[in-house]
């Protein structure tokens, strides 16, 4: 299974700068996916300026036309499941067939400060499977009917398809019994939030319960990068880190992906040794291309064949 390698906007970024950064990774790199994370606030200080992600991602499936794209992840709570699968399909056929629909249950937080109704923690579960079901009906039957607890189709039409099929790639993303659930029952790519070898243990044996193949899931694994080869530097994003996110300064450099390029080959090394086929980074508090193209330059080339069209 091949190894691929994508990039996650995590930091506070306007739109000039997200284009022109799509537009490096796309031409330049050897990264073979961009994704968006969704949510209403920065991941930052309040003010700090955040993109819808899909409206974004719209533009940017006009201006690329190599990256794989996607939401990482998209909040069920945010959208109807039918609304979601048309901006997917739409975005689908901008981009001649390069987009993933991630999809999670989706999480309060600041977010409901704008008057959302997160539900409780178990309707958002149980709302999250019975999205993913109306999503793909939607894409695979024609003039599909459901009737669940929060959502129902009576045989609408569905056009235009996808460009994909039997349609774009589906990841799910979680942790909690219930999500690992879905992900054997409904995902092409599952990204775990909890320790990846009981993630997929469980999601072994939910497979087993359903006759399906668990090896038809591609798992997706990354974290924060932060390379710098400077120590003095290194301490001082560790600091600055804790103190804008929380946390600890050790905890901070103790991962995978922060430090010197040889520690974070190591770390990549380590998660793909657990069973990751696909990387995902992401930086914050903002990005930093000098060391994405070093990342895409030094360290996925040790991993991956990277593209032809790479710096």
Excluded at 7 to 19: G, H, K, M, R, S
Excluded at 119 to 138: D, F, G, N, P
Aim: glycine share 10%; net charge neutral.
């Amino acid at each position: 299974m091949t190894t691929t390698f994508g990039y996650c906007v995590e930091a506070a970024i306007d739109w000039d700068e997200l284009v022109d950064l799509a537009t490096e990774l796309d031409r330049n790199s050897r990264f073979d996916s961009l994704w968006v994370s969704d949510a209403l606030v920065a991941n930052g200080l309040p003010d700090w300026p955040r993109l819808d992600a899909w409206t974004a991602l719209a533009a940017v499936a006009h201006t690329t036309s190599r990256l794989r794209l996607g939401v990482l992840v998209s909040g069920n709570a945010y959208r109807h499941p039918a609304l979601l699968a048309k901006i997917v399909t739409t975005i689908d056929r901008i981009s001649g067939g390069r987009v993933q629909l991630g999809i999670g249950a989706g999480w309060p937080g600041e977010n409901r400060r704008y008057g959302i109704d997160f539900w409780s923690r178990r309707e958002r579960l149980e709302r999250l499977e019975e999205a993913v079901q109306v999503i793909k009906l939607l894409w695979t039957q024609e003039r599909p009917t459901f009737t669940g607890r929060y959502y129902a189709l009576d045989g609408p039409p569905y056009s235009p398809k996808n460009v994909q099929q039997p349609h774009p790639p589906i990841l799910v993303g979680g942790g909690s019994d219930p999500m690992l659930r879905a992900i054997a029952r409904h995902a092409d790519k599952a990204s775990p939030m909890i320790d990846a070898a009981q993630a997929k243990a469980k999601v072994v044996a939910y497979c087993g319960e359903i006759g399906r193949d668990p090896a038809e899931i591609r798992w997706v694994g990354g974290g924060s990068l932060f390379l710098n080869d400077d120590a003095a530097m290194q301490q001082r994003a560790a600091a600055y880190g804790a103190q804008l996110y929380g946390g600890t300064e050790e905890d901070t450099m103790r991962g995978d992906l922060f430090g010197s390029l040889e520690k974070v080959k190591a770390g990549v090394g380590r998660q793909l040794d657990s069973g990751m086929d696909e990387i995902v980074v992401f930086q914050l508090p903002q990005v930093h291309l000098k060391s994405l193209l070093r990342f895409s330059d030094k360290v996925i080339p040790s991993f991956s064949g990277g593209h032809a069209g790479a710096a």
